[in-house]
């Protein structure tokens, strides 16, 4: 998907490297709840963390909350908010170390709390910076909050209450997608240290005792006012939201993280908030067997399925993109079709997490039988194929169609011969070759999927088997019995 207007903007500024003077680089976890000294990093002003349940998410949010004191005025969060003592739980040689930036211009410096018997340590020593952690409590019906059924059950008025601005209000309705005629935060005469959305939408009132999650979520989120520069937690940030809502939601999120130069951690479980966010932004907590590994810049299909158990194939092929996945299909489906059915062919994003997950099949520590693909243009590596060519996939597809003079390109696409030769031939004199697709697809006013599809069907028609072999004889030998 396209990144929306509101994240192209905040990953333009941030590229400028001119702001964000603090900020939190990393955190490093080890013996708390399955973690024996795993990095996660921070790149991005709005980071997603994904994984499957008990993988470690909420871990990860917790340290990173733990990393700072807030100022006198602000609270501060502790170790044992998150990670409290038990006659079930115990820990020691418990390490939260990390590295932040104070002041634009400043080189990082480490810190470090831990635990090495029965208390936490140098927890005076961490930086000082407004930290907002937004848990699941967040989730709980305004019925069942604490101390707000005395105040349903008893007769009360409204004492006060702040009404949203003009800014805040246009927010909300954003993010719902609905026209608010006003939303305020309301104190009743029976207690006075407890707020209650009150909405009116087409001038019917009702409060958060009457309202549906998404709003109380949305109307809650937009009263919080998010000091500049501070650091933002939020676990599980789909929950009660809709996939409009939380497009919308995001988009509210890059707005702040630019305005105010704040970041912001998040978990999440949806394909739509990762999508939403740039590729480099996704760490992935991928856990194996009795161990777990960080892999960063996921696509949301890695994503799902790893987090999906309908998957019923023998094999798990990674490609690099959706082009690399088009086209290893339309091979399989020309030069082995007995394998068509066999595989789930799923992209995984940047080529260095690709490289990541054959030192993994490399050493044995995936649960299923799995191959890994890089693009030609790299080089070889440990527990990797390579695809073939010795080239990215458009390079590869464009010039075999081109020295076969377009074979059978143009009949298939219904369109001139002509035509479809110009055009192509001045689209391979672009630069960066991942347009070329994108300037045939214009003209042609073809679509660019279904045109690409179309090239590498031509292209494994084309191509002999002693060519696509390698590919071929790997997923072979991954499928067990085979």
């Known amino acids: 998907m396209w990144p929306s207007d509101e994240m192209r903007h905040l990953e333009t500024k941030w590229n400028s490297r001119s702001g964000w003077p603090r900020w939190l680089e990393w955190v490093e976890i080890r013996n708390i709840r399955g973690f ?57 040689d418990v390490e939260i170390q990390f590295s932040y930036r104070q002041g634009l211009g400043n080189p990082p410096k480490t810190g470090l709390i831990k635990k090495p018997t029965k208390r936490w340590l140098r927890q005076p020593q961490r930086p000082i910076r407004k930290v907002y952690y937004i848990g699941l409590e967040r989730l709980q019906p305004v019925s069942t909050r604490v101390g707000y059924a005395r105040i349903a059950k008893t007769r009360h008025t409204e004492k006060s209450h702040q009404e949203f601005s003009a800014e805040s209000l246009k927010r909300m309705s954003f993010i719902m997608a609905e026209d ?12 006075e240290t407890r707020t209650i959305p009150v909405i009116s939408k087409n001038q019917i009132v009702s409060s958060g005792f009457h309202r549906g999650m998404g709003e109380l979520t949305a109307g809650e989120w937009i009263n919080r006012n998010i000091e500049k520069y501070s650091l933002v937690v939020i676990d599980e940030i789909e929950s009660s939201f809709h996939v409009r809502a939380q497009r919308r939601l995001i988009r ?10 704040c970041q912001f951690i998040i978990s999440t479980h949806s394909p739509t908030i990762l999508d939403m966010i740039p590729i480099h932004a996704r760490n992935y907590i991928l856990r194996l067997k009795n161990d777990r590994t960080i892999v960063n810049s996921v696509t949301p ?28 299909v339309e091979i399989i489906s020309r030069h082995a079709p007995d394998l068509l059915f ?17 030192i993994l099949v490399h050493n044995g520590k995936l649960p299923r039988p799995t191959v890994v693909f890089l693009d030609g ?26 020295d076969n003079n377009w074979s059978q390109l143009p009949e298939r696409l219904g369109r001139d011969y002509a035509d479809v030769s110009s055009i192509a031939n001045r689209a391979m004199t672009i630069p960066n070759h991942k347009e070329w697709i994108r300037s045939l697809s214009n003209q042609l006013r073809y679509d660019p999927d279904n045109l690409w599809q179309h090239c590498c069907s031509e292209w494994a028609r084309l191509a002999s088997a002693t060519e696509v072999e390698a590919v071929t004889n790997l997923i072979r030998s991954a499928i067990p019995n085979h």
């Not at 608010?180 to 207690?191: K, L």
């Open 377 to 402: 243009d790299q080089e070889s590596k440990p527990g990797c194929g390579l695809l073939p060519g010795g080239d990215n996939p458009e390079r590869v597809v464009f010039k075999l169609l081109k």
């Open 36 to 92: 024996n000294g795993q990095r996660i990093s921070f790149d991005f002003p709005i980071v997603a963390i994904v994984g499957e349940n008990g993988s470690g998410k909420s871990t990860v949010l917790q340290c990173a909350a733990c990393s700072y004191r807030s100022a006198s005025a602000g609270r501060t969060w502790y170790p044992t908010d998150f990670f409290p003592e038990t006659a079930w739980d115990t820990a020691a």
């Open 180 to 191: 608010y005629d006003y939303v305020r935060m309301a104190i009743s005469s029976v207690d």
């Open 301 to 328: 299909q890695f994503a799902m399925t790893k987090m999906d158990d309908e998957i019923h194939e023998d094999c798990e092929v990674f490609v690099e993109d959706e082009r690399s996945k088009d086209w290893l």
């Open 252 to 261: 509210d999120l890059a707005n702040i993280a630019k305005d105010k130069e």
């Open 342 to 358: 066999r595989i789930n062919v799923i992209p995984y994003g940047s080529a260095n997490l690709g490289m990541a997950l054959g």
